[in-house]
């Protein structure tokens, strides 16, 4: 019986997970000998590869100075700097910077703020959102609530039926990052008819920019983003970006949002934040925001307080991460891994595939069963790369630097998987 309680596991029927003893570059090291090419950079997270002599003397360096100290009351130069470096480079206008623990505790953050922008103005109806049908923004309630509709799939909450706050939903988009014309008016006009009958009650439409997750890597085009901004805009509701997973170039810009050069109400961002060291997240906002928080009367202020918000150690990390990702010019790092996963996969198909999509440092293989990737984690295991597929969705979002060689071999593992399917 497993003491660890693993996450999405039935431990009745799973196997027994691998034992990592340690980890350099891209690569994870077995205990019982064997290397593997982490293919999915640890869930979308250490996006500089494993134990960077960088992030990781800048670590041992802070350790020394200060491991934590609670920003409620007191303040320290980690986080003054981490706040100061994402000012610089977000979407301009997102001026404020809340930290937290992870990007499901982030996304809570920022529907709180949502919420409480609209009743810190006297408007108490505004309490639901607007969401897109295969979105995913994490696993605490809030953040579930705005996930995937409970007849929707893949969903992994269907069990919480029936116990979450119902929000209001649409289609996701379906015209892709190069869009059908025809699809895009139809998707943008879903969109504003929405708004248009509920936007008295809708205080935020969340999203994921250009690519969804978890969800199934849906890919939708800038323009739904541009329109989305300015239907908000006129029917007087807040846009959230979910930058959790797209933030930190996964999708071929630093942030998603850049694709369409413009600016949401709120921002949140995880995952690659920290480069994959450890669990913290951001929750950034624009000044007309914050200032509706701004007043003598203490009610009106934000009230949530993680305990490990702002933590020195993380913002150290991040502070590190985005000097790395600066210097060492990562978007063009992520352009030449888009141009590779192209050519492996541009002339790719099977009977088994119903689509491949590619946008940034992420490639996803959809295939028409998930019966079909049953065993393909073992067989990636054992020639040499750590893959972990869900439902119909087999992925790679590598770690940035990775060698072409190293990137190829993921390319030729998932292609080969294929070949030997009948």
């Not at 541009?226 to 846009?239: D, G, P, T």
């Not at 192209?342 to 992420?362: K, L, M, N, V």
């Not at 959809?366 to 972990?388: I, M, P, S």
Request: hydrophobic fraction near 40%; charge should be negative.
């Amino acid at each position: 019986m497993s003491k660890i309680w693993y996450p999405y596991a039935q431990h009745k029927t799973m196997t027994a997970p691998l034992q990592v003893e340690s980890a350099h570059g891209v690569y994870l090291h077995l205990s019982d000998g064997r290397h593997l090419i982490d293919g999915i950079s640890s869930w979308w997270s250490a996006i500089h590869g494993h134990n960077h002599p960088i992030i990781n003397d800048a670590l041992h360096q802070q350790i020394e100075r200060l491991s934590h100290a609670m920003l409620g009351g007191l303040t320290h130069e980690p986080a003054q700097e981490c706040a100061e470096n994402l000012i610089r480079i977000c979407p301009k206008g997102l001026n404020h910077v809340f930290f937290s623990d992870s990007g499901s505790v982030g996304c809570e953050i920022a529907l709180k703020m949502a919420i409480q922008f609209w009743r810190n103005q006297g408007n108490t109806k505004k309490k639901h959102f607007l969401a897109l049908k295969k979105g995913y923004h994490g696993d605490t309630f809030g953040a579930m609530s705005v996930g995937n509709p409970e007849d929707d799939c893949p969903s992994m909450h269907d069990v919480f039926s029936g116990t979450m706050p119902k929000h209001f939903f649409i289609d996701e988009p379906k015209m892709g990052f190069i869009p059908d014309s025809d699809q895009l008016k139809k998707d943008i006009s879903q969109l504003k008819i929405c708004l248009e009958a509920h936007h008295n009650d809708i205080a935020a439409f969340i999203c994921e920019p250009i690519m969804q997750g978890a969800g199934g890597f849906n890919l939708y085009c800038p323009d739904y983003l541009i329109a989305a901004k300015e239907l908000c805009e006129h029917y007087n509701v807040l846009l959230i970006f979910d930058e959790v997973a797209t933030g930190f170039g996964r999708t071929g810009t630093l942030f998603a949002a850049n694709h369409a050069n413009i600016t949401p109400d709120i921002m949140v961002l995880g995952k690659a934040f920290t480069a994959g060291y450890m669990g913290h997240s951001a929750t950034l906002s624009t000044s007309p925001v914050f200032d509706t928080f701004h007043d003598d009367d203490f009610k009106k202020a934000l009230m949530h307080g993680p305990t490990f918000m702002g933590n020195p150690l993380a913002c150290t990390i991040a502070n590190t991460s985005i000097q790395i990702f600066e210097s060492e010019d990562y978007i063009s790092k992520i352009r030449s891994i888009e141009q590779t996963l192209h050519q492996e996969f541009s002339s790719f198909t099977h009977p088994h595939i119903t689509d491949i999509r590619i946008c940034g440092a992420t490639a996803v293989v959809e295939v028409c069963d998930a019966t079909v990737l049953q065993k393909v984690q073992e067989y990636a295991v054992n020639h040499g790369v750590w893959l972990r597929p869900f439902d119909r969705f087999l992925y790679t979002t590598p770690p940035y630097t990775i060698s072409n060689e190293c990137l190829i071999q993921i390319c030729r593992v998932i292609k080969d998987w294929f070949s030997i399917q009948s």
